[in-house]
Each structure stands twice: as C-alpha cells, then as structure tokens.
C-alpha cells in the first residue's frame, strides 16, 4: 500500500463530491463579496485550501515520493506558513487578528473554521477524503451564510459551525480511536518499517510540521551504532514488559501497544517494533512533532467555547461510547501506550490575549463532566486495571549546542543500575512506612511549607505506604511515592518558577487544606484575574479544586546534576524533573481507576496506600471518584531545607536535610551532588 493509507475509501462518490466542494472554493474568488475585510479573509483561507489540493493531486498520482527534499521542505513550509511566528501577527488564524478585521460577532467563528481548516494538512496526507470534504463543505457554508452580512448570517455562521461538530462527532470519535486501537490502519506503520531512514525525505512524509529538531534527530539517531539503537530500543520495550509483571497483569492476553513518538526517532522506533513483535504486540502510533507556533495553540486551546453546551457533550459521549462498542474485540486487546517524550524546545510563556475563546462558569462545568464521564466510558473498553504503559525521554536538538552530549548524558540517566536504586530506596521506604506524616520545607526563596498525611497500616510485615520505583513504566529510576491521606494534609506548596505542561509558571502558589487546594495564585500577569484564571484552565484542568494525589521522594540525583551541568533543569521533562526532588502530584492518585489491583514491592510487601478519601467514592458515588487529571509538581533539591518523618509519638526522623540525603543507608545518592 502506498503511504497515503485510504481509511476513508477512495470511491467514485467522494471523488465527484470532492472536486463539486473544489470548484465552488474556486469560483468564491471570482465573487464579489460586499464587505472587503470578508473578501480578504476569503481570497487568504482559498489561497491556503489551493495549496492544500496541490499536496493532494501530488499524493493521488503518487508523485510526492519523487519529489527532492528541498521541494518537500517547500511544501511543508507553505503548508504552515499561517501559524507561523513570524506570519501569524496578520494571519486569519490569529484571533487577535481576526476580531480587529471582523468583529467579535463573526471573528469567532471564523478563528475557530480556521483552526479547523489546518486539520486539511495532515488529512490529505493520510488520504481521509470523507474528512477533508465536510471540512470543505463547512468553509463554503459559512461562506454562504456571510454572503448576505446582516445580524441573522452572524447568527447563522456560529449554528453552522455548531451543526458542523454535532452532526460529524461519530467520525471524529472513530478517527481517533481507530488511530489508537486499530493496527489494521497503517499510515504511520508504512512510513517507518518501508521507507529508507537515511533518505531523510521521509520526514515531510506525515503532513506534520518539520523543523531542525526533526532532521537533526533521525541524523543523530541514524548515525548510532547497531548496539546502541538495540540497548535503548531494548531499555523502553523492557520497561513496558516489566510494567504488565510488577501490576500483575497477563500480557499474553494483550495484542495492541500504542507507540507515541517525536518524528525523527523512526530506527529507534522500528527496533522497538520488532521487540514488541516478539512479545505478542502489534502496533499503533501517535506521532507528534516540534509545534509551528504554540502561541496558536495556546490561542485556540478552547476554541470549543464557541459551541460547547450540554447536547453536544451528549452527543460526544454517545459518539464515544458507539465507537468503542464498535472496536469492543480491538479494544480488550490493547495492552496500552509504549511512549518516547522528547524534551528541550525553548521555553515558553503565552501572551493571554482578551479575543481568546474562554469557557464560561456553565461550560467550564459541562467541560470538566465529559472529561470525567468520557473516561470512565473509555475505562469500561480499555480497562486501566489490565492494561500498563511505560514512558521514556530524550532531548531534541533545541536543547543547545551540547545536544549530543546531552543525550548520550540522558541515555546514562535512563540505564541507572536499578538494582542499587532498589535497595537505597527499601531504606527510605522502611523508614516512611514508620511515619504518621511527613513535612517539607522549602529553603531560601521557597516558602513551601506542608504536612502530608500517610496511610495507615495495618501490618508492617506485609504492607507497605510507599512504592519502590526503579526502572520499569516510568524509566528512568528513582522514586518512592505514595497516596497522600487527605485529613489533615495542609500546608503552602511554593514554586518560585516552573513549567508544567509547556506553561511557565512564576511564583506559583498552592494552599492546601485536608488536601484539596484551597487558593492559589502566580505572578504570571499584572492582574490576578488573568493569573487564577490560567492556573485553573491550564494547571487545574479548569476543576474550582484538586486534591494532592500523590506524595513521592525522588531520589536521581544524577538526572539532577545533568540538568544543572547543562543548565537545563527548566527543560527537563516531568518524567525525569519528578525523580530529582520530592514532588506532588494534584489530581488522580497514581492507581486512578485500578485500585483494586494488587501491587507489591521487590521486597514481597503490598503496597495499599492506593486509594484515598476522593477515589474510594467508586464504590458508593462513582461519578465523583475521579477528576481526569494527574500533574507532578517538583522541589528541586537546591530548593529545599528538609525533608522529614514524624512517627506517632512524635519522634522525627530527617530524610533530606539543606538538599542531602541524611538519611543512614542513602548516602551513596549524594555522590553525584558531590561530583557537580
């Protein structure tokens, strides 16, 4: 099969209704449309669409294999070149831009058409005609509507748009599932296991965004040895296999792994292929890429405001649940995600624009409903109790001149011995597991002062508070964590300045109070409005509280010294920044939705602090077990005067004290700290 998979069938009617939607977009330009600000906004967006249908006749003749790289780079360029920093200040897919031509009346709906029309990119790639022609159809509607420019055709363009996702969520919900599920689809599968990697032409082959981070990885990445490619491949295929055998779950009744990727790693990625191959598992692949602008996205990031209201999460949710009735006999087969992150892209700090879409108080309600509901029907499909995952991180090339370096400094932290990690970290669990709760205080401008509350045990010789995490889902090594106890957890969680989820945050704040947050606040706009506003949309998933779902100690002081030798600790993913600190996650507890499995430690120990006051409520209230989120929040160790036990009767154990581990049985974790 040629690389442009066909999901959506190349029949003689798509076809005829294809080139009907293409010659009506042509003759709008020879139209005179009344209001000028309309007719640029239309002759702007067909220009874009032409472009577009050209990458599609090349793909329908198979000619865009032929192509040399340079007219590949061309192609791609042109094809973002509206999101792009330097073109996006004047771009019609700029709400800023668009409301101060249009007016917010119209300006909305049309910044949000916008947006969907990018979605044209990667659909001709992947050969989704029926996609691409309602995208098509929907432009010329709203073109229809606008035609006639009175207060009922600005009424009209929000319905149409609205009619638009209501009517087509089935196909949006089967996209994405069979993309996640289903290894009959093969777009992504034909690109890695039948193109030439050293022909880097592949890259522009997805329809995504390239850049150097893309070419400069698949040349790093090509350019390592046999052995090398087949230790790391072996390390994050291992990983995944070891997850299934420590949560005691049956990987032989599994057939599907999702592989999630940075474009640029693809011999990596087919070494891992053939490994899981050899476990029973065929693939799937979600693939991502260096963004175009994240400002955009930042931008459109609630462009749902527009529409969203309780019938259409209604219809979302049947459309959700239709789907994965319809995939029932894929979806008990899949195993889970297999995921490669990538870190090291510049840091950023949106601009918090008025003409944004933002959820009103009803909406942001409506929206936080489905997120809980939407999982606990994916929950009933693709069980969390019998399925895993596992995660590992490389830098990207943005990361500086050092990059090399730094991934072969990344490849060293990912392969710790794990064995010592394990006995070092038994220590700190035994010592924890003796512990009513725990405080952690920040030092010098960290003003973190909290208590956290530990579950009870009720035999110490065969349970545990803490699990001992070395190397296997969440790679590299280096954590114990637990579910906080809630009553009674209180205190202020202070970060001078952070980044969580790509988001600076500056001297963000968090009160606790018998664990849920109570009040928080940042520095990140001149008006608090603007700051707890970002913080609840972005940090909070917009929920009005979070309870503290996990309490963990990181204990990879060598991932610590690698960020501050290359000065990269803002970059560091939470994957590796959570092992190089105590950190706390706000949301689910890490066991969300398979609290009921049994999980134990090497050392024999159950480890049953996996519940808390939130999630026990499946049993009586489920839809208020879960809050659909889970974000890690770190202190690194500079940042920190102590960390300590205290048991019942008060006595007070020193784990960490000025930013060492104090702790007899753990010294060994501060000669890294003692080599930098």
Do not use: W
């Given at each position: ?395 990207i090339s943005d990361i500086g001149e050092e990059y090399e370096e730094i991934f072969r400094a990344t490849v060293k932290v990912n392969t ?261």
């Amino acid at each position: 099969m040629d690389f442009c998979d066909k999901p959506s069938g190349f029949d003689k009617a798509l076809d005829k209704r294809y080139k009907i939607a293409i010659d009506k977009i042509r003759l709008v330009k020879n139209e005179e449309i009344i209001n000028r600000e309309y007719r640029e906004l239309f002759i702007s967006l067909i220009e874009f669409i032409e472009k577009i249908n050209e990458t599609y006749i090349l793909i329908r003749k198979n000619k865009i294999r032929e192509l040399d790289l340079t007219e590949l780079e061309r192609i791609n360029k042109e094809a973002y070149c509206n999101i792009m920093e330097d073109n996006y200040q004047d771009s019609y897919f700029n709400p800023t831009y668009v409301v101060e031509k249009l007016g917010e009346k119209v300006g909305n709906s049309i910044f949000v058409l916008s947006s969907e029309l990018l979605y044209l990119i990667e659909y001709v790639y992947k050969g989704k005609l029926f996609e691409i022609i309602i995208i098509l159809e929907l432009f010329i509607k709203v073109y229809d509507c606008l035609k006639a420019e009175n207060e009922l055709s600005y009424k009209l363009v929000k319905q149409t748009i609205y009619d638009y996702y209501f009517k087509h969520s089935n196909i949006m919900a089967e996209g994405r599932i069979v993309e996640l599920i289903d290894t009959e689809y093969k777009f992504y599968y034909d690109i890695i296991m039948n193109s030439d990697l050293n022909d880097l032409r592949y890259l522009y082959y997805y329809g995504k965004n390239i850049t150097d981070n893309e070419l400069r990885t698949a040349k790093f990445i090509n350019g390592l040895t046999d052995e090398e490619v087949k230790s790391m491949a072996f390390e994050f295929t291992e990983g995944f296999r070891k997850g299934f055998i420590s949560n005691n779950i049956d990987l032989s009744k599994k057939e599907v792994v999702n592989i999630r990727f940075f474009i640029g790693f693809e011999r990596l990625v087919k070494q891992a292929i053939l490994n899981f191959k050899e476990l029973g598992l065929e693939p799937t692949f979600t693939v991502s890429t260096t963004s175009p602008n994240r400002q955009y996205y930042y931008d459109h990031r609630y462009d749902i405001a527009l529409y969203f209201d309780e019938k259409i999460k209604e219809k979302k949710l049947e459309s959700l649940k239709e789907m994965l009735e319809k995939y029932k006999d894929i979806a008990i087969k899949y195993a889970g995600p297999a995921v490669i992150e990538v870190f090291g892209e510049e840091l950023f700090s949106p601009i918090d624009k008025d003409e944004n879409l933002k959820l009103s108080k009803d909406q942001q309600k409506i929206f936080v409903d489905y997120n809980r509901e939407a999982s606990l029907i994916n929950n009933i499909y693709i069980k969390r109790s019998e399925s895993s995952f596992t995660i590992i991180a490389y830098p990207i090339s943005d990361i500086g001149e050092e990059y090399e370096e730094i991934f072969r400094a990344t490849v060293k932290v990912n392969t710790l011995d794990a064995e010592l990690y394990q006995e070092i970290q038994q220590v700190l669990i035994d010592t924890l597991d003796q512990g009513d709760y725990v405080r952690v205080k920040g030092d010098g401008n960290n003003k973190t002062d909290i208590k956290v509350m530990l579950y009870p045990l009720v035999n110490s010789e065969k349970e545990s508070k803490f699990e001992n995490c070395v190397a296997d889902v969440n790679i590299p090594v280096g954590e114990v964590f637990t579910s906080p106890v809630l009553k009674g957890t209180e205190g202020l969680l202070h970060l001078p300045r952070i980044y969580l989820k790509g988001l600076e945050y500056k001297e963000l704040e968090l009160y606790f109070k018998d664990g849920k947050i109570i009040d928080y606040s940042s520095r990140n706009f001149d008006n608090n409005e603007s700051n707890k506003r970002y913080i609840k949309e972005n940090l909070m998933n917009n929920h009005d509280t979070l309870p503290m779902g996990e309490f963990a100690i990181g204990t990879n002081t060598t991932a610590y010294v690698m960020g501050k030798k290359y000065n990269i600790q803002e970059k560091l993913p939470i994957l590796i920044a959570e092992k190089t600190g105590p950190h706390f996650a706000i949301g689910d507890t890490c066991y969300s939705m398979s609290e009921d499995t049994k999980v134990f430690n090497p050392d024999g120990k159950e480890i049953v602090a996996r519940d808390n006051e939130i999630s026990i409520l499946r049993k009586t209230v489920p839809e208020k077990a879960y809050l659909n989120c889970h974000t890690d929040i770190t202190l690194p160790y500079d940042e920190l005067e102590e960390i300590s036990v205290y048991k019942k009767n008060g006595e007070k154990i020193n784990i960490i004290k000025n930013g060492r581990f104090v702790l007899p049985g753990t010294e060994e974790l501060n000669k890294a700290l003692d080599e930098n």
